[in-house]
């Protein structure tokens, strides 16, 4: 490994300092090139062949594809899917609202009062990653189904109608997200929550700030790209899921995933699927090149 | 940098590291000492509710690993029908299922040493370099981060049509290409938001001392990082062995686990997938305690 230098270093670091030796010019790109090497080939050359299949023309019969530069490929996705892109958005933007509300609260606990014990918080935020995603997913159908353990108990206890159901609509997906991905909000806002330099508040209390003005003036202005961090790294994976519509959800809610999944695996329509993925990272970057552009481009990767 | 990585099966790792400096400020936050009223209680009373909706499914799991099926299927039933421990007894008896779990537990393990090695490499030139000696960093930082912040059914779906041109049939070697792409990202940032705190002067004391690259690298850098890279190297298990959505697209007729579970919801779950699943819940949690020991005894 080669050390660099300090400026101010005044020491003797012997021999290998004064040799000329390429190793160090090297280091950082050795360093990184298989990992680049491996992003590049397996992450973003795919996303351009993506962009290219999208353009092409494939013979439904071979499954041979020709580049035709076929651009119509978007409208004619789009026109054909837009209801499951407004559902995905609005099964996504739900759950996302749905999680920053639900986990504002516990990230500012853990964050001021958490104490000792705020790594043993953290662990139970993150709990639900120890259990596989999809069978997350399949307790949550077992706890919202029509005779389970909740709505059954409360339907018998003379609580619920007993026509009531939830499993197989729209709530039940949204339950599902706000579910499977609340650690993905709670984290990028505790970070951000954690990070206030507490000598600021004692300052507004100081200046004789009430609690609400405290929050409303010093502590929500300063969480503000946290919780716009918060926001994409919920909404992003949510937009895309189809495992919570396909295993909670009914027929016709289909979101934009599932026709993805589809179109690639099912109807073998490479075009089709290629232009929906290449819309659905289309919106992504869009939020995250908004978000660099207002909050700055440095700070989004502090949340990661 | 205090990072809490919140995708998939997030180690809290990087909180470990923030914990020394939180111990000063711990008395500090909003609090007023004067405050006794009954709104005090609320805030904790909150938390403890969402840490208890957040366990609750998996104790749910777990509750149902143990429940009887009256049924000719063998097929886990909404109702309760009373104790047994026979699934746990039988955990083997489904042979896809047992034979998915074990091409999952190989994946991730190839997966993990792939994508740990690689992804550390490029943890050491994101902390050391900067400026003029690494040019293009700002450009592997913006590829990582859009490579964690896509969405996973883009990934998987431009994989899968990257493999359709260049003809490579599906299987375990697309798969774990695949997961090592997704992992290297996310075993990077781990690594290096452990290495940020790093003390540059032991590795130039040991210089001043005579030994030379290799000996600075095995006795002082990798003792040091080493947690940093044992918490990235359970991330990218984690990640492996919960993969679903990229995994569905590039497996072909090789299944792995989570894509099996997804198969299987359509015609009902056997009682021995949430066997596997407190097992693997189990073993994952005992990790996680394990790392954050380790980080305590060994702060970087």
């Given amino acids: ?304 | 940098m205090s990072t809490g990585l919140p995708h998939h099966q997030a180690i809290p790792v990087s909180p470990v590291a923030t914990a020394t400096s939180s111990v000063e400020t711990r008395a500090a936050g909003p609090a007023r000492p004067r405050r006794r009223r009954w709104t005090r209680f609320i805030l904790p009373v909150y938390s403890w509710l969402v840490i208890a909706y957040l366990i609750f499914p998996i104790g749910v799991m777990i509750l149902y690993s143990f429940n009887k099926v009256t049924a000719g299927l063998q097929q886990v039933s909404f109702a309760w029908n009373g104790f047994t421990l026979q699934w746990y007894k039988e955990w083997s008896n489904i042979p896809g299922l047992t034979s998915a779990f074990w091409l999952s537990v190989r994946l991730a393990i190839a997966s993990t040493v792939f994508s740990t090695v690689i992804g550390t490499l490029l943890a050491l030139a994101l902390v050391r370099y900067q400026g003029r000696r690494f040019r293009g960093k700002t450009l592997i930082e913006q590829t990582m981060f859009l490579n964690i912040a896509a969405p996973e059914v883009v990934l998987g779906a431009s994989l899968l049509g990257l493999f359709i041109t260049i003809n490579l049939a599906r299987g375990f070697v697309t798969l774990l290409l695949a997961h090592v792409a997704f992992s290297i990202a996310y075993v990077a940032v781990t690594v290096r938001a452990r290495m940020s705190g790093f003390d540059r002067s032991l590795e130039e004391a040991a210089a001043d001392l005579g030994a030379n690259s290799w000996v600075i690298f095995r006795k002082i850098t990798f003792p040091l990082i080493m947690p940093g890279i044992l918490a990235g190297a359970l991330m990218a298990f984690a990640l492996s062995i919960d993969d679903f959505v990229t995994s569905n697209f590039v497996s072909g007729s090789a299944t792995p686990f989570p894509v099996w579970v997804y198969g299987a919801t359509r015609i009902g779950i056997p009682p021995q997938v949430f066997v596997f699943g407190t097992a693997i819940f189990t073993v994952g949690i005992l990790c996680a305690i394990a790392s954050v020991i380790i980080g305590w005894r060994k702060p970087t």
């Fill in chain 1, 1 to 304: 490994m080669e050390q660099t230098v300090p400026a101010d270093h005044t020491g003797n670091l012997g021999d290998s300092r004064r040799r000329f030796r390429p190793g160090k010019f090297l280091a950082p790109y050795l360093l990184s090139l298989p990992a680049g090497l491996w992003l590049l080939i397996l992450f973003l050359i795919p996303l351009v062949v993506m962009l290219s299949l999208s353009l092409q023309t494939c013979n439904p019969a071979t499954g041979a594809c020709v580049m035709t530069w076929h651009w119509a490929e978007f409208g004619q996705q789009l026109s054909l899917y837009h209801t499951q892109f407004i559902t995905s958005i609005w099964f996504a933007g739900a759950a996302t609202l749905i999680c920053l509300v639900v986990s504002f609260p516990i990230s500012y606990w853990i964050a001021f009062y958490g104490g000792r014990r705020k790594n043993f918080f953290l662990l139970m935020l993150l709990v639900p990653f120890f259990v596989s995603f999809v069978i997350r997913t399949v307790v949550w159908e077992f706890i919202l189904s029509d005779q389970g353990i909740v709505l059954g108990a409360l339907k018998n206890a003379g609580l619920l109608p007993q026509s009531f159901h939830i499993l197989a609509t729209g709530w039940a997906v949204i339950a599902g997200l706000a579910y499977n991905y609340l650690p993905f909000t709670a984290l990028p806002l505790y970070v951000a929550i954690e990070r206030i330099d507490k000598r600021v508040l004692d300052a507004a209390y100081d200046l004789y700030a009430t609690k609400r003005e405290a929050f409303l003036r010093v502590i929500l202005p300063l969480t503000i790209p946290g919780i716009f961090a918060a926001f994409l790294l919920t909404f992003i994976p949510a937009l895309g899921d189809y495992v919570n519509q396909q295993i909670l959800g009914g027929t016709g809610d289909t979101m934009i995933g599932t026709v993805i999944q589809n179109s690639f695996l099912t109807t073998l329509d490479y075009p089709g699927g290629s232009a929906l993925s290449t819309v659905l990272l289309a919106v992504a970057l869009l939020g995250i090149f908004g978000y660099a552009r207002i909050l700055g481009s440095r700070t989004i990767e502090e949340y990661l």
